[in-house]
């Protein structure tokens, strides 16, 4: 006998691994910890978005409003200077700024009145115009009048191309029936300037802001959600044979599902052991009428004594076979079996080299340590002690076992010999319950469909082949317990 646990296994039965890698950006309905997230950070962007905007339109609306006072100052300044002369035109003094006296200083102001045409005509402007008008918008004359004396404000390019803040509002002067338009701007070009670095403070921080929730939502989350990670795990540690149940205690949100997870598991096992304590009586009262007939066909002599001996030996393989597949039917229901392959095999090979030790026949294996078949260590040995033995039936010196892992939770094990084969169209009805391919070798013709009924049990497949050794290849496909 030859053995590996862990040692490389067939590459015909072992395909690599399957792994598949969940896109984290993917759609964000999938996963309860992306749309949690997704929506937290939706949330986020757009309340630092409105924050945004709303901040620097603040600001910018505060420093308008100080341009507003200090061009508000100079229009009453021109007011108090200007007067109307007795043959109504306007005489306007000094005004005392030294900005609206420097020429191109950046600070402006202007006298107009309407013309007949509804425009405005300036009359006296200051000497920091330096020959240059304040720009009049066409609908000015009508937003004055319907203002009723209040300032209006609006932005206009001046001297040098540079925006001006522009406040305008339409007097009542004393002395004179018709309405005069006072103006003045002032360059806001420092104005914008701090607009703008405020802005760019401004979202670098709420960007920095935005990035630390983001983190803080995903941690929260995560956080948050661990005792459900922990539950799963709990769960395929059950799937996976190495619990029994669920046994931690959990937040009040989850708990209740751990309970109910409970129930299940405790009722699946109830139902199990029900049908195994039938199928235990239905053995047990069918068991003992044909030991009686058999007892008693025996000590008779005759035709008739051997035709009972003969179909009750038929009855009872009958009733076991049927007993058994019910039995493993039953335990495939269940969670949490598991069975390492490695160990059953090194069980049956040696006991399967003992037996047919005579014949000189070998038994080479490989198995990896950690490939376990997903259901009861009896149904596995019945399994594949079938299988060996009928290899060992056949074969000349050598059987070779081979078993690996082929992804989505399924694994093959293959059972070659390097004995007589069989033909092609014969190995379809070796697989059916109670046929012999060969009178002389002994046994019942059951040993096969035995295995084909309890594979099918268990969601597997048995295939026949030819192996290279010369023999007989059996593939069988069984469900693997996960690491």
């Not at 405005?120 to 918008?137: K, M, Q, T």
């Not at 931690?248 to 009722?267: C, F, S, W």
Request: hydrophobic share 40%.
């Amino acid at each position: 006998m030859s053995g590996a646990a862990g040692g490389g296994s067939d590459p015909e039965t072992a395909a690599p691994p399957q792994r598949s890698w969940g896109r984290w950006f993917g759609r964000p309905g999938r996963s309860l910890t992306r749309r949690l997230i997704w929506l937290a950070s939706v949330w986020i962007v757009l309340a630092l978005l409105a924050t945004g905007w709303t901040l620097t339109g603040q600001y910018e609306e505060s420093s308008l409003r100080r341009l507003g006072a200090v061009l508000s100052n100079t229009i009453d300044e021109v007011v108090l200077a200007t007067n109307a002369t007795p043959d109504g035109s306007l005489a306007v003094a000094e005004v005392k700024d030294d900005r609206t006296l420097r020429p191109l200083s950046g600070k402006y102001w202007a006298v107009a009145v309407p013309t007949d045409d509804g425009r405005l005509r300036i009359v006296a402007r200051s000497p920091s115009l330096a020959g240059e008008n304040l720009a009049i918008p066409r609908e000015l004359p009508g937003r004055l009048r319907e203002a009723r004396g209040a300032t209006i404000s609006y932005n206009a390019w001046g001297p040098l191309q540079k925006r001006l803040r522009v406040a305008a509002s339409m007097k009542q002067l004393p002395g004179r029936t018709a309405p005069v338009v006072f103006m003045a701007g002032i360059d806001r070009s420092t104005i914008d300037a701090d607009t703008q670095q405020f802005a760019t403070f401004t979202w670098a921080a709420l960007l920095i802001l935005g990035l630390g929730l983001v983190v803080a939502v995903f941690l929260q989350v995560q956080i948050g959600l661990r005792p459900l990670y922990s539950l799963r795990n709990e769960i395929a540690d059950v799937r996976k044979g190495r619990a029994a149940r669920i046994a931690r205690t959990y937040p009040l949100e989850i708990q209740p599902l751990a309970e109910q997870v409970n129930r299940l598991l405790d009722h699946n096992q109830e139902t199990v052991e029900r049908q195994r304590t039938h199928v235990g009586n239905l053995a047990h009262a069918l068991k003992t009428p044909l030991s009686v007939m058999l007892a008693e066909a025996g000590s008779q002599p005759g035709p008739l004594p051997d035709m009972v001996r003969k179909q009750t030996a038929i009855m009872q393989a009958q009733v076991d076979h049927h007993l058994r597949r019910a039995r493993a039917a039953a335990r495939a229901q269940m969670l949490g079996e598991r069975t390492p392959i490695a160990e059953v095999l090194d069980e049956l090979a040696v006991m399967l080299e003992r037996v047919f030790g005579a014949r000189g026949v070998e038994i080479d294996w490989r198995a990896p340590d950690d490939l376990a078949f997903r259901g009861e260590r009896q149904d596995l040995q019945e399994i594949l002690g079938n299988l060996i033995e009928n290899a060992c039936k056949w074969a000349r010196r050598r059987v070779r076992v081979s078993a690996g892992p082929t992804g989505l939770g399924m694994m093959v094990v293959v059972v070659e010999d390097d004995g007589p084969g069989l033909p092609e169209d014969q190995r379809e009805a070796a697989l059916q319950r109670g046929m012999r391919m060969d009178e002389t070798t002994p046994g019942s013709g059951l040993g096969l469909s035995i295995v084909v009924e309890l594979t099918r049990a268990y969601g597997g497949r048995v295939t026949l082949g030819s192996s290279d050794m010369g023999g007989l290849k059996v593939l069988l496909e069984l469900p693997t317990a996960e690491v």
